[in-house]
């Protein structure tokens, strides 16, 4: 592995990639948190966060790292939390937080516990309701993952939250992410990675168990790596090595979302989402949407997002207004194509779970381009009612479509050939 070696003591210097990253993580993590605790019956949410590569948690300009990122979005958003349930009749709920902390280098373990310390006295005094345990390690993650793995299962608690910001290194364990989501009933991963880790996953070699190289851009991708650049600086590289990361880690979960962290001078780091649940990705796009900019998709903006022909077709979705001005237009038309293919009638959740794994889509413009389509209706569960308007559609609805249908393409080119 090469590792990235970062002067904690001195002060470390954040990178704008890593930035960008920890807006994402911490915005996705407090809404994780509101869509965990809002069942009005409630009592109390126990959660375990591993952060296998944490760092000492604070940089030389005083922004929080992933460690103190979690404790301060635990304290804030539980606070905020109750004093809405509180305010709609309900009692407060108390949140129980097993915290594991690791990195290889044990200075940078020292000066984590150093750096927590303020911030977890400050949380136990100001929040009766909030309980955070903390265990430190110090071992290589690939080695203490077993040790992990043992200690969450002797906890019994079933909400995981994996971050491995493993930036710095140069190989993906995927037999260990492939055993995280398998090893927990509801559990996520976030995942960070150099561009450099691409060459693990191609070859030319067809005898290697990798991705293998079948098209000219692809070679072109492998050739540009293996010289040792530091920058994918071409949208249609982009796409190919979006494709190739998805190919690779996509059967690790039922969905995996394989976006770079978006650097217009070239794409360098990516930073993945593994999760279980479509509601997890729903999310997540969203909150890609509402931090524009901070990541990068090249492709198809409506579903079906990485079955192009990077020949002609296909284009940079950087989650803003434009990006989706383009999703909805080709949403228009994918929508019904969908339905169809499934025999004209799909039950609201099953169409989330065919399309969130490959699409980048806000859910408002899935909702809203369903509605427009004068080819699809929306019945409500008791087969009664029709949905009139995006807001209120619902998991348990029923997509079908109308028997006098507008013209639209049910079989459309194979855009791989």
Not at 119 to 135: C, R, T, Y
Request: glycine share 6%; net charge negative; with cysteine.
């Amino acid at each position: 592995m090469v590792k990235k070696n970062y002067d904690w003591a001195g002060g470390a210097v954040l990178d704008d990639h890593t930035k960008k990253k920890h807006t994402i993580l911490q915005e996705y993590f407090k809404q994780y948190l509101i869509t965990r605790c809002k069942i009005p019956q409630q009592e109390k949410f126990r959660l375990i966060i591993v952060d296998g590569f944490s760092g000492a948690g604070l940089y030389a300009c005083g922004s929080y790292g992933s460690p103190l990122i979690f404790v301060d979005v635990l304290q804030k958003t539980l606070k905020s939390i109750n004093v809405n349930r509180l305010a709609q009749g309900m009692h407060g709920i108390q949140l129980e937080c097993l915290l594991i902390l690791n990195d290889f280098d044990k200075l940078a373990v020292e000066k984590l516990r150093e750096n927590m310390a303020p911030l977890l006295a400050g949380a136990k005094e100001d929040d009766s309701n909030l309980h955070i345990e903390v265990e430190y390690l110090s071992e290589k993650f690939d080695d203490i993952y077993p040790q992990i793995k043992s200690r969450l299962d002797s906890a019994k608690c079933s909400n995981v939250l994996f971050n491995l910001d493993q930036c710095g290194h140069s190989k993906v364990n995927i037999d260990i992410i492939e055993n995280i989501m398998q090893s927990w009933k509801s559990v996520e991963i976030f995942l960070t990675f150099s561009i450099n880790t691409i060459l693990t996953f191609i070859s030319p070699d067809e005898e290697k168990n990798n991705v293998i190289l079948n098209s000219d851009i692809h070679k072109e991708v492998y050739a540009l790596l293996e010289s040792g650049t530091e920058n994918i600086n071409k949208e249609t590289w982009l796409g190919e090595i979006e494709r190739i990361v998805f190919e690779k880690l996509k059967g690790c979960a039922p969905f995996v979302s394989p976006f770079s962290i978006n650097n217009p001078g070239g794409w360098c780091y990516w930073f993945m989402h593994f999760s279980k649940s479509y509601r997890a990705r729903q999310v997540y796009n969203n909150i890609l949407h509402a931090n524009s900019l901070t990541q990068a998709h090249f492709g198809r903006s409506g579903l079906n997002m990485l079955s192009y022909n990077p020949r002609n077709e296909g284009q940079l979705y950087l989650f803003d207004e434009d990006s989706r001005s383009s999703a909805k237009e080709e949403l228009y038309d994918d929508i019904p194509r969908l339905i169809a293919a499934s025999g004209d009638v799909l039950v609201m959740e099953d169409f989330y779970k065919a399309v969130y794994n490959e699409t980048p889509a806000h859910s408002d413009d899935i909702h809203e381009m369903i509605i427009e389509n004068p080819d699809v209706e929306v019945i409500t569960e008791s087969g009664r009612g029709e949905r009139r308007k995006p807001t209120t559609i619902k998991s348990t609805d029923v997509l079908k479509l109308k028997s006098q249908k507008s013209w639209f393409s049910m079989f459309p080119r194979n855009t791989l050939k």
